[in-house]
């Protein structure tokens, strides 16, 4: 899966610890590039076991709830 965010905490640990994904800069200007960026298949893809890790968060979830 492509993934493309704006610099924040959540996001960095979650490229640091699956790969890939494109951080880009909270402004039209970064935004922009990086949807160029996924338009021209260029942002390496995260590896990630989409289902496994939804169960994971919805566990962390719950806990704090």
Do not use: Q
């Amino acid at each position: 899966i492509p993934v493309a965010s704006t610099n924040i905490d959540s996001i960095v640990t979650f490229f640091n610890k699956y790969g890939g994904g494109y951080i880009m800069d909270n402004s039209y200007k970064g935004i922009c590039e990086g949807l160029n960026y996924i338009k021209k298949n260029e942002v390496k893809k995260v590896s990630i076991d989409s289902d496994k890790y939804n169960e994971e968060i919805i566990k962390v979830f719950e806990r704090e709830i």
